[in-house]
């Protein structure tokens, strides 16, 4: 069974500043993805950035990028240039390679549990 | 357009009421799942259907039972709800053998 950990239950920043939020992850299986999930007051979950394992190459989404260290089972979320607008829960999930996975592990996104951010003017 | 959608946004009842969710996608998808979120904003997943077909039931209590009338639909029927049962339901929906999920709106469950 897969694990995900956010270690920090709470963060604040300043606006323009840079924040970097904690994910840790436990799995047996070889290939699968990995998600940070933003869920502002509006209760809306919206993928942020993903992150396919076989790839050694950081993700970037514009002022996102992510941390990724396999080894490690450690995948951080680094904002730059923070906005009033990414005040939000912001949650780390896992997935198993769709393509290898069937029966019960298909499909099943493992949330971490979550980390407010507040951005600060 | 709404890819995937939810109704209703909000739903207050009392204890021991029967009631539905219903969702919606209109992206083609044809894996659909039901996920909850409690109260410390911890989101499980509870069901997915492909194809119509049940591929994941996770221990949930038989109190909910999910129905796939179609690829497009996938409703959450709750029997003789609890106080427990309060909390944010979400839909959500991808392509078989494809990791990327889209999610609904969610509804807020109150049972009083």
């Known amino acids: 069974a897969q694990t995900v950990t956010q270690s920090q239950p709470e963060m604040s920043v300043q606006e323009a500043e840079t924040v970097t939020l904690s994910c840790t992850y436990d799995?047996?299986?070889?290939?699968?993805?990995l998600f940070w999930y933003k869920q502002p007051p509006s209760r809306q979950m919206i993928l942020v950035i993903r992150?396919?394992?076989?790839?050694?190459q950081n993700a970037t989404e514009n002022r996102f990028s992510v941390n990724f260290q396999k080894a490690a089972k450690s995948f951080s979320l680094k904002i730059s240039d923070s906005q009033l607008g990414d005040t939000a829960m912001y949650f780390c999930?896992?997935?198993?390679?769709?393509?290898?996975?069937?029966?019960?592990?298909?499909?099943?996104?493992?949330f971490g549990q979550g980390t407010i951010l507040t951005v600060h003017p | 357009d709404t890819a995937v959608s939810q109704t209703p946004k909000y739903l207050v009842t009392q204890m021991g009421n029967d009631k539905s969710i219903k969702c919606e996608q209109n992206l083609g998808h044809d894996t659909m799942y039901w996920y909850k979120q409690d109260s410390k904003k911890f989101l499980k997943i509870m069901f997915s259907y492909n194809n119509k077909e049940l591929i994941i039931n996770e221990t949930v209590p038989n109190r909910f039972s999910p129905k796939s009338p179609d690829k497009a639909h996938l409703n959450l029927h709750i029997n003789s709800l609890e106080l427990g049962d309060s909390a944010v339901y979400f839909c959500?929906?991808?392509?078989?053998?494809?990791?990327?999920?889209?999610f609904g709106p969610g509804t807020r469950l109150t049972v009083t």
């Open positions: 992150q396919e394992a076989y790839k050694q």
């Open positions: 959500a929906s991808s392509q078989y053998r494809f990791y990327e999920q889209y």
């Open positions: 999930a896992f997935i198993p390679d769709p393509s290898n996975a069937g029966g019960t592990s298909y499909g099943k996104l493992t």
């Open positions: 799995t047996s299986e070889s290939n699968y993805y």
